[in-house]
């Protein structure tokens, strides 16, 4: 009808895309107006990005940890490579270095302790 002065409802124009072929315009009333296009509170780009920087951050700090713990077992994986070879010579060695001896005795006896925990 002509010269109808009432306003249609502004409804958010994002697109949802659902599970399969199912696609539909998110229905929320718009809230927004970027850009001559309507968004809701959810859809609202200023949102989004924010949202979008959050998980960013969020994925950023997790695939760093994920790097750090990496790391942290390729370091324990060479030192407990080598270390049966270094430690047969220190023990070698310490007949003649009694710091050398106190040292492998303070390793020995904490070995010891968690090989038999229940053992004094
Ligand atoms: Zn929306």
């Known amino acids: 009808m002509m010269g109808s002065d009432e306003k249609p409802k502004l409804r958010c124009c994002k ?7 199912n696609r539909s315009g998110c229905s929320k009333p718009a809230k927004y107006t970027v850009d001559g296009k309507h968004y809701c509170g959810t859809h609202n780009p200023a949102a989004e990005a924010a949202r979008n920087a959050k998980s960013e951050a969020k994925y950023k700090a997790q695939s760093e940890a994920r790097d750090a713990e990496w790391k942290a077992k390729d370091i324990a994986a060479l030192k407990a490579k080598h270390f049966d070879a ?24 904490a070995l010891a302790r968690l090989e038999k925990p229940h053992a004094h």
Do not use: P, Q, V
């Open 15 to 21: 697109t949802i895309f659902g599970g399969g072929w």
């Open 86 to 109: 270094i430690f047969t010579c220190a023990k070698m060695l310490a007949h003649h270095d009694t710091e050398l001896a106190k040292a492998i005795k303070t390793y020995e006896r």
